[in-house]
T-cell receptor, first 114, second 111 residues
Framework: NAGVTQTPKFQVLKTGQSMTLQCAQD?????MSWYRQDPGMGLRLIHY???????DQGEVPNGYNVSRSTTEDFPLRLLSAAPSQTSVYFC?????????????FGPGTRLTVL | TQLLEQSPQFLSIQEGENLTVYCNSS?????LQWYRQEPGEGPVLLVT?????EVKKLKRLTFQFGDARKDSSLHITAAQTGDTGLYLC???????????FGKGTTLSVSS
């Protein structure tokens, strides 16, 4: 199993550009989520999904869109990039939402918005 | 709002020393998890504690869940350079729909 994969690993955007961060998992997990990690801020939840066709907002959803058309894939779309979105983005998955199930994280995407 | 406060924020020690990292909240959590993150990688789960007062050991790492399930600690005995990393505690929100993370403790162990 590859686990959770994320592409690209690094990305530089100009303000106003749009892009999609890709996330895929091969563990048949129902629950997937996107976090951003900023220095001194910890991991903050952007959006999550409890299954194909079901998504919901997390703590910091503004400026981001998600969709979940398959169990395996959970892309994160930046609609119009802003410098405040410069961060490291992590995708995670688990068997069921929250509770005490292990979250498996991808290696992250490092995004810089100029 | 459920918050997890971790202390200290930074810790720099010599190899062989002992240390304790704390994770505190004013809210009760059904469980708490500890993750370790190395530079350039995603967090990896170390342990989950579920029962108040529970103690779990993972080699030189000892994890404790407070009796009231509002706090947890991670104790490392005889730290090694390989223990260097960011240690994060996390717990489920009340709805069970997401994990809440503390801001982390950055540990640096030098030889």
């Amino acid at each position: 199993n590859a686990g959770v994969t994320q592409t690209p690993k690094f990305q530089v955007l100009k303000t106003g550009q749009s892009m999609t961060l890709q996330c895929a998992q091969d563990m048949n997990h129902e629950y997937m989520s996107w976090y951003r990690q900023d220095p001194g801020m910890g991991l903050r939840l952007i959006h999550y999904s409890v299954g194909a066709g079901i998504t919901d907002q997390g703590e910091v959803p503004n400026g981001y869109n998600v969709s979940r058309s398959t169990t395996e894939d959970f892309p994160l779309r930046l609609l119009s990039a802003a410098p405040s979105q410069t961060s490291v983005y992590f995708c995670a998955s688990s068997y069921i939402q929250g509770s005490y199930n292990e979250q498996f994280f991808g290696p992250g995407t490092r995004l810089t918005v100029l | 709002t459920q918050l997890l406060e971790q202390s200290p924020q930074f810790l720099s020690i010599q190899e062989g020393e002992n240390l304790t990292v704390y994770c505190n909240s004013s809210s009760v959590f059904s469980s708490l998890q500890w993750y370790r993150q190395e530079p350039g990688e995603g967090p990896v789960l170390l342990v989950t504690v579920v029962t108040g007062g529970e103690v779990k050991k993972l080699k030189r790492l000892t994890f404790q869940f407070g009796d009231a399930r509002k706090d947890s600690s991670l104790h490392i005995t005889a730290a090694q350079t390989g223990d260097t990393g960011l240690y994060l505690c996390a717990g489920p929100n009340q709805a069970g729909t997401a994990l809440i993370f503390g801001k982390g403790t950055t540990l640096s162990v030098s030889s």
